[in-house]
């Protein structure tokens, strides 16, 4: 009977114990199973970081404006007579463009001229009789003022009469023709615009701090958004001589050349300008950077087997990034493996698994041409 019972008793034991260290092994699957289904490999992609020249540089947007240009006007009314341009055309100093009627003002001109010619036909010849005596001097001083009066009289009509034309200020374009024949004008009315387009400037602000690295005659480069492939090149030509209180900012002034007159008067434009000497930094893809509240960071992946490892979190300080790229002044040494795309999923420590299939070039200056 105690035989059966020992029997019985270490046959529920071992029964027992078989059914806990099954739910023991089975607990340590299941924690297993879920720690895996929590973190597993993300599919990450990435650059080795490797030093390259770099080339700082100040960047700032401003405005082209024509060397010359000007909205032409008329100072004084009157009705359009007759017109000498077209829309777009290209004109030179000293050209007539609009005529009023001045049938009016001509008519006294030539009134005006027939007096002066006159008190000279009276001026010469009391100057021959007062050899003779014949006349008094006072008589030939008021004839010299007489004339003088009425030939300062034809100039001043001259003036006014000259004032009923237009004629180009300066050499450049025409923009497009805003009045008609036949239309009356009011003193001031605009009638086209004129720009002078080669060369062109392009005004920008720098901060005060960038005064020490710029001069007259240093090299900038221009991108417009008309022309987005294209880099303009020109040089500085003026620094203003104060800065505004108000930004602490300084106006600067470069000159572009613009042959094509492709560049128009208005346009907004990002300038660079190279400053310093060429130097050897690290450089990554901008899309390896991360910003946080923090500063910005860079995921690293350590142990790489196999294209797989594990992501690292490291802050870096960068520089002013150019196109695609930046510089990394700290955080990053050559050789060490960076994330490019991918971080938003990544925390410290999680495992990745690299897939550099479809990776982007990353450029300084993407698809730019120098003019």
């Known amino acids: 009977m105690i035989k059966r019972m020992t029997i019985m008793l270490c046959g529920m034991a071992i029964l027992f114990g078989g059914l806990y260290g099954f ?43 024509a060397v010359n240009g000007a909205d032409l006007a008329l100072q004084v009314a009157g009705i359009v007579q007759s017109i000498e341009f077209s829309s777009g055309d290209s004109v030179t100093a000293g050209q007539t463009l609009l005529s009023l009627v001045a049938t009016d003002d001509l008519a006294k001109l030539r009134s005006l001229q027939a007096t002066a010619e006159n008190y000279a036909i009276v001026l010469k010849r009391d100057e021959e009789q007062i050899k003779f005596n014949a006349v008094s001097q006072a008589t030939v001083d008021s004839d010299r003022a007489n004339l003088k009066n009425a030939q300062a009289l034809v100039e001043q009509q001259k003036a006014l009469l000259e004032q009923k034309t237009l004629k180009a200020p300066f050499s450049g374009r025409l923009g497009i023709r805003a009045v008609d024949l036949g239309q009356y004008l009011s003193a001031g009315t605009s009638i086209v615009t004129l720009q002078s387009l080669d060369p062109i400037y392009v005004d920008f602000y720098l901060p005060q701090q960038a005064l020490a690295s710029i001069r007259i005659g240093q090299d900038v480069s221009v991108a417009v958004d008309a022309f987005p492939a294209e880099r303009f090149t020109g040089q500085i030509t003026a620094i203003n001589a104060k800065v505004d209180s108000s930004s602490r900012n300084v106006q600067v002034r470069a000159t572009l050349r613009n042959g094509g007159a492709r560049l128009l008067p208005g346009m907004f434009a990002k300038v660079e300008i190279a ?46 990034p150019k196109g695609d790229r930046v510089a990394v002044n700290d955080g990053i040494k050559p050789g060490e493996t960076v994330v490019i795309a991918g971080q938003l999923k990544l925390r410290n420590g999680s495992p990745v698994k690299i897939d550099n299939t479809h990776v982007p070039q990353a450029e300084a200056a993407p698809n730019i041409v120098d003019q």
Do not use: C, H
């Open 275 to 320: 400053v310093g000497k060429p130097e050897q930094v690290v450089t990554l893809p901008l899309t390896a950077i991360v910003n946080n509240s923090y500063g910005d960071l860079v995921y690293l992946v350590d142990d790489l087997r196999d294209g797989q490892g594990t992501a690292r979190q490291m802050f870096v300080k960068t520089r002013p």
């Open 23 to 65: 739910q023991t092994f089975k607990e340590i699957m299941i924690r297993r199973a879920i720690g895996a289904l929590a973190n597993p490999p993300q599919t990450v992609s990435t650059v080795v970081a490797a030093n390259a020249p770099w080339q700082s540089s100040l960047s700032a947007v401003g405005s082209l404006r």
